[in-house]
């Protein structure tokens, strides 16, 4: 893949919250010197896009899932928690990719028209909004992709409920403002399934170590201590972490 797509992939998705934030009125054609509410702006932003990076993509599901793994394995810290947040990373990487590229083919004609202008310019900012603007259907349609019926339509629901009068009549349920919450609820609810999938054959060998040392008189031996060797092994024998990591993939669309 062209590397200038992949840079932009991974630069979008650190951008897609701090969007709102850069809305200015003035002439998109004139340089000026920021204002101090644009670089505020700009500045919280720029202190959401972990929260982006980690909510909106496959990340959320992706660690949970394997933090979820590692507790079900007994082992507390191996892998540590910055192996499982980088492999978090890299495959949140390997799927969003498709995405990416399709954000970036969407948009490569507002960001070959697009002219040099300092950063926290008022012409900076209202760029950044049409390039988000050209690409954000790809990235909604992931999201919706990903999103269960029933989470979109109850936010939807509760929407119509709280937000003013002004608003409600543009609603729609698949604007991001209903796509967001609703798939990371989805994300949050599918990253438990796997997680009960995952504990109940580490649930059965130690209920099985636990029964046969007690039968056996041997109750001031940890069962944990006999446990962790056998699922280690089980892990080992089955290559979990291939098929875990391969089945975690797959499920997103």
Request: no cysteine; proline share 6%.
């Given at each position: 893949?062209?590397i ?6 991974i ?10 934030a850069f ?8 340089v000026?010197q920021p204002?101090?509410v ?22 959320v ?10 507790n ?5 810290q191996?892998p540590?928690n ?14 969003m ?29 209202l ?10 259907l ?5 999201l ?6 029933k989470?979109i ?5 509760i ?11 543009e609603?729609?349920?698949?604007d991001?403002?209903i ?7 989805t ?19 130690d209920l ?16 944990l201590?006999?446990?962790l060797?056998i699922k280690?092994?089980l ?6 972490w291939?098929?875990?990591?391969q089945?975690?993939?797959l499920?997103?669309?």
């Amino acid at each position: 893949m062209n590397i200038k797509k992949l840079t932009f992939f991974i630069s979008f998705f650190l951008i897609i919250i701090a969007s709102t934030a850069f809305a200015q009125t003035s002439d998109p054609t004139l340089v000026t010197q920021p204002s101090l509410v644009t670089k505020l702006a700009v500045l919280a932003g720029l202190a959401m896009l972990p929260f982006a990076v980690m909510l909106l993509t496959s990340f959320v599901k992706i660690i949970i899932v394997l933090s979820l793994f590692r507790n079900a394995l007994g082992v507390q810290q191996t892998p540590p928690n910055q192996v499982l947040n980088g492999l978090a990373l890299l495959l949140t990487i390997y799927v969003m990719f498709p995405t990416g590229v399709a954000m970036y083919d969407a948009s490569k004609d507002v960001i070959a028209k697009a002219t040099p202008a300092p950063m926290f310019s008022n012409q900076s900012a209202l760029q950044v909004i049409e390039i988000i603007d050209a690409s954000k259907l790809p990235f909604k349609n992931f999201l919706q992709r990903n999103t269960l019926t029933k989470h979109i339509r109850s936010f939807y629901q509760i929407a119509y409920k709280i937000f003013p009068e002004p608003y409600k009549s543009e609603l729609k349920p698949n604007d991001l403002i209903i796509l967001m919450p609703s798939f990371i609820t989805t994300q949050l609810k599918s990253a438990f399934e796997i997680g009960v999938l995952i504990y109940l054959p580490f649930f059965v060998i130690d209920l099985v170590t636990s029964n046969i040392l007690l039968a056996m008189g041997m109750m001031m031996l940890s069962p944990l201590t006999i446990a962790l060797p056998i699922k280690l092994l089980l892990l080992v024998m089955i290559d979990g972490w291939t098929l875990l990591v391969q089945g975690l993939v797959l499920t997103f669309k």
